[in-house]
């Protein structure tokens, strides 16, 4: 299991919000839905004012970026 990955968090979704992150994940071509998930966070965060880093790897699709030692840095860090 990735390290910086550590915390599982399950979410219970309607059958359209499946849908939903489902087309946003084909239409962005991304391998899996929790990348797709984590990208749909990373986009509300950004909208909020967070720094948020996008990648290309599906381990690439985080929400908050790291710092020294693998520490999640917030804007404001």
């Given amino acids: 299991m990735?390290?910086?990955?550590?915390?599982r968090l399950q979410v219970m979704l309607s059958p359209d919000?499946?849908?939903a992150v489902d087309d946003f994940r084909f239409k962005h071509r991304m391998p899996t839905r929790a990348?797709?998930?984590?990208?749909?966070l990373r986009i509300g965060?950004?909208?909020l004012?967070?720094?948020?880093?996008?990648?290309?790897?599906s381990s690439?699709?985080?929400?908050l970026d790291r710092?020294?030692?693998g520490?999640?840095?917030s804007a404001e860090d």
């Fill in 2 to 7: 990735n390290e910086l990955r550590a915390e």
């Fill in 17 to 19: 919000e499946l849908t």
């Fill in 35 to 40: 990348a797709a998930v984590r990208e749909l």
């Fill in 45 to 47: 965060l950004s909208g």
């Fill in 49 to 57: 004012g967070l720094d948020a880093k996008a990648g290309v790897k």
């Fill in 60 to 63: 690439d699709y985080g929400v």
């Fill in 67 to 69: 710092g020294p030692e």
């Fill in 71 to 73: 520490r999640t840095q």
